[in-house]
């Protein structure tokens, strides 16, 4: 059986299985993701065996260190994995939910309620926790879940889909409500985004490789790609604190989207401020480049190069850059962002609120980092991805983002 015939019958059992499972009860659909609470601690073993395999295998082909990082799970991971899935549980349901209602002077009755979407398709590298995130996420929110990993993570997420069929089989529902794309062959992508027909909403987490990827996809994308993320470090700010956000915004991960890549400061602050955090940043093993004003504060710094401002490195580089004014921080983050994540420090409400109201990025911060671009963050218990999109959803994607709605109309023999 050739790709496309086996992938187009595993899509069209998916949207079968996605019918009944829209229909689930809210109680159903909790056991289920209870169950896959628990098997995720009595198989431990099975996932860390076969992501040791992975990671071997990885490091055998040369996988940089913030690839490696992505695709290990331990029992530390698994474990935040399995709370998350508890925290999507306690959930309230969108599904249902009413949105609006009103009535119309001919006694219509118009109610704007939630529904699932139908049939997702996660497109996604070495993320092996994006497994259970994105399908527990799709199904309490009543969407079949077609989850096409990457090869770097191919045994480890065969065990994580095996987990998640036997909670389904528990809750007596078909199994074919979560699809797995067993292939690394990337024709798999050509065939999802072929497929209106089957499959609803693809939504891509990777890099420029996959945005060529989908160029032309006939199936509606909410992509999750690059995450250049910037920190303003104002005239006015706690220097302290700044300090303290910087460093937790490159160093905490480096290898995740929401890592700070360039940091921008403010003249007057810059002599005192940029010394200090770069001692602490070169301490953590932090390779630092900047424009022409930086290097002079901090003679072990790289001259950056006008490719560094536009790169997402998800590793301990950070690009530096010394800004006369708001303004200019603002221009630059416009010119050179990607609108997922942007801080600025500062004790000036006037020029936070400039900031807040002028970056258009689907998260803003004022005196936090931007780490916190995280669903399981934000309380959503996971996410399925983080969207710099400006349609349907924006910022970190939980259950709400994963439905739409319909309208029901109640009547008494209206005819128009």
Known sequence: MNLEHALTSQ????????RALALASTEQKNQILVEIKHKL??????????N?????EARHVGLNNAMLDRLTLDRARITS???GVETVAALPDPVGETIARWKRPNGLEIIQTRVPIGV?????EARPNVTIDAAILCLKAGNAVVLRGGKEALATNRVLVEVMAEALRSAGLATDCVAFIDTPDREAIQILKRRPDLVDLIIPRGGKSLKAALAGSEVPVLPHFDGICHTYVDRSADLKMAEEICFNAKCS???VCNAMETMLVHRAVADKFLPAIAQRMVAAGVELRGDRDTCTIIPGAREATEADWDTEYLDLILAIKVVDSVDEA???ISRHGSRLADAIVTEDQETARRFEREIDSATVYVNAST???DGFEFGFGAETGISTNRLHARGPMGLRELTTYKYVIHGDGQIR
């Open 11 to 18: 899509l069209a059992r998916a949207r079968i299985g996605g």
């Open 41 to 50: 601690f009595s198989r431990a073993d099975d996932i860390i065996a076969a």
């Open 52 to 56: 040791q395999n992975d990671l071997t």
């Open 81 to 83: 994995i399995a709370r």
């Open 120 to 124: 997702v398709a996660i497109i996604y």
């Open 253 to 255: 991960r480096p290898s």
């Open 330 to 332: 603002i221009d630059f």
């Open 371 to 373: 780490r916190f671009t």
